[in-house]
């Protein structure tokens, strides 16, 4: 009788127990549903804020890659390729070299222009500017758009191709400045642009540059 009467208590015991009533189950509605919009409010500007973060990305990938093309062309300014004959004659030296021109075009600002040449074929002499080998290369700011060209004899001048689609990307500063601390010839890049279709989304980039070959 005694063990009957415990199983009775314990039955009695677990059907007192219920879920959750009418109201709490409304309240955590309630709940759920503000969370839900909040977090439908928050997506949008979630995406534009990840969508900017993308671009900004681009946008300093692009600049750099122009910046990268010309601190090749300055590593290698004055390079004259030397050898020594057979009679021990010197062919090939980096005497008369102009090296790295810094200028301007006319309505550009100053120090936005850099005229490179080197020894490109290896053959102990530069190339003549305008010949279908010159190893003069030239970098220039022009008109918001970055600008090269093989075989400059200065910073104007037609035929100079645009490195930046300017319907793309706007370029608003370009600066070349020169260092020399003794015998070793430092040169540092600033390029700064934004996206045309989102003026907003700026991006400057910078590099130092050593070029050994000067004299």
């Given at each position: 009788m005694l063990n009957y009467a415990r199983l009775n208590n314990g039955l009695n015991h677990g059907d007192s127990q219920r879920g959750f009533s009418l109201l709490e189950m409304l309240i955590a509605m309630v709940l759920s549903s503000v969370m839900m919009v909040s977090v439908a409010a928050m997506y949008p500007a979630l995406q534009h804020q990840s969508q900017s973060l993308y671009r900004l990305y681009r946008l300093e990938q692009s600049l750099r890659q122009v910046l990268r093309a010309i601190e090749k062309d300055i590593k290698r300014a004055g390079f004259y390729y030397s050898s020594v004959d057979r009679g021990g004659a010197q062919v090939g030296n980096n005497s008369g070299t102009k090296g790295i021109r810094i200028g301007a075009h006319p309505q550009s600002a100053n120090s936005s222009c850099v005229l490179v040449e080197y020894d490109l074929n290896h053959n102990g002499a530069i190339e003549p500017a305008g010949s279908d080998n010159a190893e003069q290369f030239g970098?220039?700011?022009?008109?918001?758009?970055?600008?090269?060209?093989?075989?400059?004899?200065?910073c104007s001048g037609v035929g100079w191709d645009k490195l930046l689609d300017p319907a793309e990307v706007v370029v608003t500063q370009f600066l070349v400045t020169r260092t020399d601390v003794g015998n070793q010839h430092y040169f540092t890049l600033t390029l700064e642009g934004y996206w045309n279709k989102w003026p907003q989304l700026k991006r400057r980039v910078s590099g130092r540059i050593s070029a050994k070959n000067l004299t």
């Open positions: 970098y220039r700011w022009l008109a918001d758009s970055m600008e090269q060209h093989r075989g400059p004899t200065d």
